[in-house]
């Protein structure tokens, strides 16, 4: 979410940052609860101290939804006080609009909806082809329960592979999430029953992360509590088609940019690792691949819409 805020902030022409000790007269800042504060009430509270002190407008991130289990009522109560100490409000998918409908009773047409910006109208060239590394699966992001980390072990050891193949490998390109270190041994050793290698990157640069996501294996999103997901934007940006799980959001994004995903169904993925693995081919996005809304005309959205706000 920092990244992607500092990269619109630079399209429209701002500046980007922590919050300042001294809010300017009109300030617009990127919320979730988990980045402002220790707990869900405190990030409300400094929210609402924010919204006091200058004409506040918020992009919200990370919307509360039925995952959030015995959490969900205090993140519901701490998006309400963010959307009332707010002017305006951004959600970044019609699915989001959707879930503040369900579990916070505001309308959808409340909210204004602006979707993710790419930062390019069309995919990066492809790459020179490299090393091959066969029957590998890529997950980029956090490692932490509900990302796809298992369901990809598991669909991977069923896939099909002939006898004399090594076996099957899912890159976790990134570092397990705070707290869930435990989480990301537990998937080692559920992958070693299973016969299947797992490794996890750890924190990597910008070079050597885009490095991973461009080596071979079949890129997958089967994150199940998405709301709304720049990873997804990021595969497509490098000329990678992920297989993306089915979701309300997934369809939402397939709609808004028609083919850059593979969207399927959770019982499906050993059937779409095995044939995405036959044709590597089919994870690379042709080049005339569509992949506005860009940066740009994201920015131009936020511009018009501060106009119409009070």
């Known amino acids: ?15 980007s940052g922590p919050m300042p ?15 402002f504060g220790s707990s869900p009430e405190e990030a409300a509270d400094r929210v609402e101290a924010l919204g006091a002190s200058t004409r ?17 009522g205090r993140r519901s109560d701490a998006y309400r006080r963010f959307i009332g100490a707010a002017r305006g409000v951004v959600v970044n998918s019609r699915h989001e609009a959707m879930l503040l409908d369900e579990h916070l009773g505001r ?20 790459p020179r082809a490299g090393g091959l590394r066969p029957r590998t699966v890529l997950i980029s992001g956090f490692v932490y329960p509900g990302k796809g ?22 890159v976790a390109v990134g570092a397990p999430s705070a707290g869930h270190e435990r989480d990301a041994h537990e998937l080692a050793r559920r992958a070693a029953e299973l016969g299947v290698d797992f490794r996890v990157t750890g924190f990597l640069d ?29 595969w497509a940006e490098l000329g990678r088609r ?52 860009t940066l740009d005309d994201v920015a131009a959205e936020y511009r018009a819409w501060w106009r119409d706000v009070a």
């Open 1 to 15: 979410m920092r990244r992607y805020a500092a990269d619109l902030a630079a399209a429209i022409g701002g500046e």
């Open 21 to 35: 000790e001294t809010p300017p007269a009109r300030m617009h800042a990127h919320v979730t609860d988990r980045i």
């Open 56 to 72: 506040l407008t918020i992009t919200l991130h990370d919307v509360p939804q039925q995952s959030d289990g015995t959490n969900l």
């Open 107 to 126: 309308a959808e047409a409340d909210s204004r909806v602006i979707p993710l910006g790419a930062r390019a109208r069309g995919p990066a060239d492809r």
């Open 149 to 170: 980390h298992l369901e990809a072990i598991q669909a991977a050891a069923v896939a099909g592979a002939p006898a004399e193949a090594a076996p099957a490998t899912v």
């Open 206 to 234: 910008d070079r050597d992360y885009r490095n991973e996501l461009l080596s071979d294996g079949v890129p997958l999103a089967a994150h199940q509590h998405v709301s709304a997901s720049r990873s997804i934007l990021d």
């Open 242 to 293: 992920a297989l993306v799980i089915d979701s309300r959001y997934a369809r939402e994004m397939e709609a808004l940019r028609p083919g850059s995903i593979s969207v399927f169904r959770p019982d499906e993925l050993a059937g779409k690792l095995e044939a995405a693995w036959n044709d590597p081919e089919s994870t690379w996005l042709p080049p005339s691949t569509a992949l506005s809304p």
